[in-house]
């Protein structure tokens, strides 16, 4: 495909929206929606067989969602997905991870979003305080075991697609290493 036009229709400091003009390869023309965000991090901790997750409302869904701890810097701001991680760890749930594992990379909508995720494990965790964004001030935390984490995501208590992927990217690590 070839962009033959690009006209941005929304932006904030979270993402922009833009329509693009495209020809197909047979030469054929229609619009393309793209939302443009930040790269982002998840972070899977774990203690032993405990995981660290955080509880928030989503306002799309009208409802609140366990997850891993996640999030892209402000302003569309770039940055080295491993510095988003621990920034990520730290403002969520005030711990800090001595080691920090890279899982991989995801697209998670590529059919509409031109961003990726880079999912790590931290382990080796000390606690302190939280540095919550202001969104982020009705959120809670708490540890789980191995066993609740799976029972949350096979009863679809746990529906953040970004959490299920980054879960599955640790199991895939688990086999192999």
Known sequence: ???????????????????DAIRR??????????????????????????????EQYRYPLGRRSWEFPAGSLPDRTAAEPIEIAHRELREETGLRAASMTYLGELAPAPAVCSNRGHYFLATDLTEGPHEREVEEQDMRSAWFTRAELE????????????????YTLLLFHERTR
Do not use: C, K, Q
């Open 151 to 166: 029972s949350m995501i096979g009863s679809g208590v746990i529906i953040d697609a970004d959490t299920v992927a980054a």
């Open 25 to 54: 390869a047979d030469g054929s023309t229609s619009i393309y929606g793209v939302v443009d965000r930040s790269d982002f991090a998840v972070v899977v901790p774990r203690e032993g067989e405990r995981f660290h997750l955080v």
């Open 1 to 19: 495909m070839e962009t033959i036009d690009s006209r941005e229709v929304y932006s904030n400091a979270w993402m922009t929206v833009r329509e």
